[in-house]
Antibody, heavy 119, light 108 residues
Framework: ELQLVESGGGLVQPGGSLRLSCAAS????????MSWVRQAPGKGLEWVSV???????YYTDSVKGRFTISRDNSKNTLYLEMNSLRVEDTAVYYC?????????????WGQGTLVTVSS | DIQMTQSPSSLSASVGDRVTISCRAS??????LNWYQQKPGKAPKLLIY???TLRSGVPSRFSGGGSGTDFTLTISSLQPDDFAIYYC??????????FGQGTNVDIK
């Protein structure tokens, strides 16, 4: 069974930093695209970052230069390093495997980890 | 970026009702369209990919259709477990792969 378990969320002040982790089982984080999707309270879903094809990366405009996605094959874990956090980064952050079955799909998803940016 | 617009934003229905949710893309995306279900406090789950292919394990009362810019998700007979928020998402373009704003299906 493919499974993802996130950790690392919490309360942080504006301008602070956090590192989210996503431990995978049942597959290798380096064999597929991996991504982070966030959901602000009461809002919809937003792709934050994707890592693919070796170490190529994508970031949504609002986090470019502040967030860094990476993966560790030895630990089979995906990371999201978040710096210079803003109040508007407050959200539940989900990691997902992005597989390709006819088209790209996000499946499975982790349970999510809440990041709260507040003074 | 390709914009995805769902309608309605919310609907109320009864168990046993037939429910249809629409999703429109701002440009043609062929059949590069996924549907996800999200229950309160839970992560989204993939229901349908390539516009009409049911993910393994998803009940057959769910079906998807459409191509180009207009797509639908239909639940043929709404069950208590189906009350949730449904999102469409395109993966046609280069990143970002955008989501619709969601449709909340609740109990009438």
């Amino acid at each position: 069974e493919l499974q993802l378990v996130e950790s690392g969320g919490g309360l942080v002040q504006p301008g602070g930093s956090l590192r989210l982790s996503c431990a995978a089982s049942g597959f290798s984080v380096t064999s597929d695209y991996m991504s982070w999707v966030r959901q602000a309270p009461g809002k919809g879903l937003e792709w934050v970052s994707v890592i693919y094809s070796g170490s190529r990366t994508y970031y949504t405009d609002s986090v470019k230069g502040r967030f860094t996605i990476s993966r560790d094959n030895s630990k089979n874990t995906l990371y999201l390093e978040m710096n210079s956090l803003r109040v508007e980064d407050t959200a539940v952050y989900y990691c997902t495997r992005v597989g390709y079955t006819e088209i790209f799909t996000a499946d499975p998803w982790g349970q999510g980890t809440l990041v709260t940016v507040s003074s | 970026d390709i914009q995805m617009t769902q309608s309605p934003s919310s609907l109320s229905a009864s168990v046993g009702d037939r429910v249809t949710i629409s999703c429109r893309a701002s440009q043609s995306i062929s059949n590069f369209l996924n549907w996800y279900q999200q229950k309160p406090g839970k992560a989204p789950k993939l229901l349908i990919y390539s516009a009409s292919t049911l993910r393994s394990g998803v009940p057959s009362r769910f079906s998807g259709g459409g191509s180009g810019t207009d797509f639908t998700l239909t639940i043929s007979s709404l069950q208590p477990d189906d009350f949730a928020i449904y999102y469409c998402q395109q993966s046609y373009s280069t990143l970002p792969w955008t989501f619709g704003q969601g449709t909340n299906v609740d109990i009438k």
